[in-house]
């Protein structure tokens, strides 16, 4: 019936039927270098919160949050089970792009994921790059670990200079949960359609420091004052060793945030920000 009605008697039409799936998003990102057989190394897996509002409702966006390691409740079996099996996706991906172009993938496997509740792999989408705003926790967690991200890559593209992370289990990123890291994204009001612009943050309260981390996006400079020019504005990154300290910190920062409508912090209006506030969940 619901064909019928959508096609009517217009049998040239096209729809297109998807399967509606449920469970947890992942994003598994690898730097690849299958030069050499089997040599990948896997960055930590981080669940990005795309839906604008709450228990993801409202519109689709770049993305309002991640946290890594978004897996850590579950039992090893289950983490275990699952690395094999996005092993699997990541070796059939890397194959078949290489029997295509008749070439060797070298770079960022960026591979999103549904996980359902019995641990089973879903793939939504690939990009050849880190993602947005993936990225902030990989580097966080690097950082931490005092691990050069640089010297990854160079080891992915140079196999002679592996003895620079010879001390690094290239899957041990994956699945090491010794830090977390918290990423909150703070949009302007109408985001991701038209959004407010051209009004000042007051970040004074937020004080970084190696374990917290503001990343600019839709910001710029306006003598000596933090302008907003852009949907995503800024992200507060908080690293723990624990997941739940790691969201509480980025929490207690984002809230010190305030937006005013004038550069002189005259006219306060928090109206103009908004952030979601079940990110981790």
């Not at 946290?67 to 690395?83: A, D, G, T």
């Not at 029997?99 to 939504?124: D, R, T």
């Not at 003598?223 to 300290?245: C, F, M, Q």
């Amino acid at each position: 019936v619901a064909v019928d009605s959508l096609i009517g008697n217009t049998p040239s039409k096209k729809i297109v039927i998807e399967q509606f799936l449920v469970g947890t998003e992942l994003s598994a990102i690898y730097i690849c270098n299958y030069k050499v057989e089997d040599d990948v190394i896997g960055l930590p897996w981080i669940k990005d919160y795309k839906s604008r509002d709450e228990y993801n409702s409202g519109p689709n966006t770049g993305g309002m949050g991640t946290v890594s390691h978004p897996l850590n409740f579950e039992n090893k079996n289950f983490i275990f089970k699952l690395n094999l099996e996005i092993e699997n996706i990541l070796k059939t991906t890397i194959t078949s792009i290489n029997k295509k172009f008749k070439s060797n993938y070298l770079g960022f496997l960026y591979i999103g994921l549904m996980i359902n509740k019995e641990g089973n792999a879903n793939v939504l989408e690939y990009n050849c790059r880190l993602g947005d705003p993936e990225a902030q926790n990989i580097m966080m967690i690097l950082d931490f670990k005092d691990i050069d991200l640089l010297d990854l890559i160079l080891e992915e593209s140079d196999p002679n200079t592996s003895e620079l992370v010879n001390d690094i289990n290239k899957q041990s990123l994956i699945t090491d949960e010794s830090v977390y890291c918290c990423n909150i994204v703070l949009a302007a009001q109408g985001y991701p359609g038209q959004f407010k612009k051209d009004f000042f943050l007051d970040l004074s309260e937020v004080i970084e420091n190696d374990f917290i981390k503001i990343f600019h996006a839709g910001t710029i400079a306006d003598n000596g004052k933090v302008k907003v020019t852009g949907g995503r504005i800024l992200t507060i990154n908080v690293i723990a060793k624990d997941k739940a300290t790691a969201i509480d910190i980025a929490y207690e920062n984002i809230k010190k945030i305030k937006a005013y409508e004038d550069k002189d912090f005259q006219k306060e209006n928090g109206d103009l920000i908004f952030y979601r506030e079940d990110i981790g969940n």
